[in-house]
């Protein structure tokens, strides 16, 4: 069984920019498709970010592409999620997910594993 915690949330004003951290125990992370989701209030969880299991593949929503950048460290068990140029409209509870199938999806469902989520608070 896969576990997956989230660090790196809190609170930045407009136009700043934080690390997002998803460590990973308990299994091959190094197989896994990794993905960033976020969920706002009264909203639907939301593909943010993917990668696929060697690193080399990425694949971003259209509303952080250019701001956001994800990476994995499959030394470290780690996948990271560098988000620039923050704006109040990323507020979210930001949750990162495994995929055993190894290539990105953009779909919840898809994902085997989950975190318990990280708070990012962008005010204007």
């Known amino acids: 069984q896969v576990q997956l915690v989230e660090s790196g949330g809190g609170l930045v004003q407009a136009g700043g920019s934080l690390r997002l951290s998803c460590a990973a125990s308990?299994?091959?992370?190094?197989?896994?498709?990794m993905g960033w989701f976020r969920q706002a209030p009264g909203k639907e969880r939301e593909f943010v970010a993917g990668?696929?299991?060697?690193?080399?593949?990425?694949y971003y929503s259209d509303s952080v592409k250019g701001r956001f950048t994800i990476s994995k460290d499959n030394a470290k068990d780690t996948v990271y999620l560098q988000m620039n140029s923050l704006k109040p409209e990323d507020t979210a509870v930001y949750y990162c997910?495994?995929?055993?199938?190894?290539?990105?999806?953009?779909?919840?469902?898809?994902?085997?594993?989950w975190g318990q989520g990280t708070q990012v608070t962008v005010s204007s």
């Open positions: 997910a495994a995929d055993r199938s190894r290539v990105v999806a953009t779909t919840p469902t898809a994902y085997d594993y």
């Open positions: 990668i696929d299991w060697s690193g080399s593949w990425t």
């Open positions: 308990g299994g091959t992370f190094s197989r896994y498709a």
